[in-house]
């Protein structure tokens, strides 16, 4: 069956809203949180693990996942769903961020927002480092990071690809422009991505049963791109929108561009926003009408020993957890939280074991995914401002411990 999607409650004042997406391997109630299995796994973390913590859905990488183990052998295994074991819905991207992740992004040392990374200030005068992507019309030529090996993209493999991986939802072939990118070449690689778009609905066809497809608004900073790019994928038979590419050089560039894509999206579809999941744009982006969000910073933050608490981040591997009994966030109904001390926790990271790394992924899962339920409640209940407001103010207070 296509994918359906309800909104099921508008909250007055707000472009906030709750929705159910329905798929062939059930429902998402929005707004949702996709954890991501860049290599067809949440790292370090079981699936019964995630369906524990509540996530209920999950994306995959179409890039990482073309070049190892290959679509073929998990087509023949049964599809992503059974050679991972991950029974409930799987989204995919499209593998057009790495013709910016192995292109301008190395080429400018930036990433999304580009006043997250080095290099904000103004595109550097000499490359950073030399690009490993090539765009054409064709697609994006790329050298493999596992072997060197040259490699090309087309929307039309992109699309073939995520019907072998067997995804409920796919994403059509793009290319993600730079912060730092000039007006110019920005409007050359959004044209680009919209002719791109049309080989990627030639390619999808009829689709395949169960799946549903979304289409992607690019155009940078610039508001008469990014009101082009919303007109034109409305105007396309997707089953869904998502908002990709630069998103600015700060987060209120970010939430601007929200404001100027929204209004030109249809209603009843859903809206996913790529790769942006930190616990305050989660608030402001829902606020806007952004129904689902995937982003690795939960379990790569983890890894690296930053946790997630009610009044900011902390670095369990400071010394001052050397000795300290107690949760890392009182309350916390994670294993982490139940079971063990902030002491063990310091303890497992200065020993570099992979033990800890886990629980401080759990605990990470749980913070974000906990908040996404307390969102939908508070839609439902017209309190979302309120939480809003009493969330943010208690985690700006302290950034990190």
Known sequence: MPIQFTVRHELAGSAARLGRIVTARGTVDTPAFFPVGTQATVKTLTPDELLGLGA????????????????????????????????????????????????????????????????????????????????????????????????????????????????????????????????????????????????????????????????????????????????????????????????????????????WVIPNLPVDRPRHLLGIGEPEDLFECVQRGIDTFDCVSPTRLARHGSLYTSTGRLNIKNAAYRSQTGPIEEGCGCYTCQTFDRAYLRHLFVAEEILGYRLATLHNLRFILDMMARIRRSIADESFLELKASFLAKYRKQRAA
Not at 173 to 183: A, H, R
Not at 219 to 244: C, H, M, N, Q, T
């Open 56 to 259: 209920q859905a999950i994306l995959a990488n179409t890039y990482h996942l073309f070049l190892r183990p290959g679509p073929d052998l998990i087509e023949r295994l049964g599809g992503l769903h059974r050679f991972m074991a991950w029974p409930r819905t799987l989204m995919t991207d499209s593998g057009g961020f790495q013709a910016f992740s192995l292109g301008l992004a190395l080429e400018h040392g930036v990433g999304k927002i580009a006043s997250m990374f080095p290099g904000a200030a103004a595109a550097p005068a000499q490359p950073i480092k030399k690009k490993l992507a090539k765009v054409s019309e064709t697609g994006v030529e790329f050298a493999s990071h596992l072997d060197g090996a040259r490699r090309m993209l087309t929307p039309e493999l992109s699309i073939r690809i995520q019907q072998q991986l067997g995804a409920d939802l796919v994403v059509a072939f793009d290319e993600c422009t730079s912060p730092l990118s000039s007006y110019e070449y920005t409007r050359e690689a959004l044209a680009r991505t919209h002719r791109w778009e049309l080989r990627s609905l030639d390619a999808w066809g009829a689709g395949h049963p169960g799946q549903g497809m979304y289409g992607i608004v690019q155009g940078g900073y610039y508001k008469d791109l990014r009101d082009e790019s919303a007109r034109f994928i409305a105007g396309l038979p997707f089953d869904g929108v998502a908002i990709g590419g630069s998103l600015g050089r700060s987060k209120s560039d970010m939430l601007e561009i929200l404001e």
